[in-house]
């Protein structure tokens, strides 16, 4: 199976290069990024040791999809999608932060409050509510962004009193993530599903705030199916997902949570392949197209030869 697992390019005016948990980025005249989103997979804030086929596309493709679809709400960093599986965009000053919004008790959120807690980020949760259920209205629970490790949950409080984003700043992020999470909910509904929690990046360049990364991809976001999804809360059955959870789940099965000690289990061609089709699924199932295969069989070589094309005719 051809997947791209990792990326070595050495492109002209390259000034730089960055391997993110799951991306490779090449800074460019130190004004540009090249973002290329290999097929690596992590979960628990953990690499994965099989790459997944045609992954990489799934997100780069949803996200070029939803980035396009929110510019009037605020300007994003992407200048062309030369390929598949890369992106070429402006080089943004990054937040460092992550601002994760949630409109319903699910993942991360659910687990604290099963434990007990009714706090989180600085944010108070209500009593009496079950696994999945919709919030009262949705909430910005922040994370640092952690270069590696596990991103560590931050109030909007310590984020401003540690002078990690100025006051001003913040309030616009919380504006941008909320007017940004209502147009991925509207998005969402239109293809029947519900846009339960997601995150976004922001930057600066020039003195203004960009949407950065991508956005209400599976690797970002939560989603469940619109259909049924009264019924099941009501019966107590789990929710229909659209989102990577299914792969979080696999492991947690398999006893790893990311945590010191634990073992990846083995990713057989077969769990691979399973993988990959569902990717395929929440792809054509997000957008409504249907996934175009690429036709060269080397992906690498084809993500480096568009993205020099690209480059020659920005610079």
Not at 99 to 128: F, N, Q, S
Not at 163 to 185: C, H, M, P, S, W
Request: glycine share 6%.
């Amino acid at each position: 199976m051809n997947a791209i697992k990792e990326t070595t390019f050495n492109f002209s005016k390259q000034t730089g290069f960055y391997k993110g948990k799951v991306r490779d980025v090449y800074s460019i005249a130190d004004e540009y990024l090249v973002m290329v989103a290999s097929d690596r997979i992590s979960a628990f804030d953990v690499v994965l040791p099989r790459p997944i086929p045609y992954k990489g596309q799934v997100l780069n493709q949803i996200a070029e999809k939803f980035l396009s679809s929110t510019k009037d709400i605020i300007p994003n960093w992407v200048i062309m999608v030369p390929d598949p599986n890369a992106t070429i965009g402006y080089k943004c000053e990054p937040f460092k932060v992550e601002m994760v919004i949630r409109g319903y008790l699910a993942g991360h959120l659910w687990r604290t409050y099963r434990d007990g807690k009714r706090v989180l980020c600085g944010v108070a949760l209500p009593e009496g509510l079950k696994e999945n259920d919709k919030l009262p209205e949705p909430i910005i629970t922040p994370t640092t962004k952690a270069d590696v490790g596990h991103d560590e949950d931050i109030s909007r409080e310590d984020i401003i009193a540690k002078g990690i984003v100025g006051k001003e700043d913040y309030i616009q992020l919380e504006n941008f993530a909320r007017a940004l999470y209502r147009r991925g909910t509207e998005m969402a509904q239109e293809r029947g599903l519900i846009l339960v929690d997601t995150k976004y990046e922001f930057g600066k360049k020039n003195g203004e705030i960009y949407l950065m990364d991508e956005i209400h991809t599976p690797d970002s976001s939560r989603y469940f199916y619109a259909e049924g999804y009264e019924e099941r809360q009501t019966n107590g059955e789990p929710q229909r997902q659209l989102s990577k959870e299914f792969v979080r789940e696999w492991l947690m099965d398999n006893g790893f949570q990311g945590k010191d000690g634990q073992t990846v289990p083995e990713m057989t061609d077969d769990i691979v392949q399973s993988i990959s089709e569902r990717y395929i699924e929440l792809y054509e199932h997000i957008t409504g197209e249907k996934f175009q295969y690429p036709t060269n069989e080397d992906s690498v070589q084809r993500v480096e030869q568009n993205v020099t094309e690209a480059l020659n005719k920005l610079l």
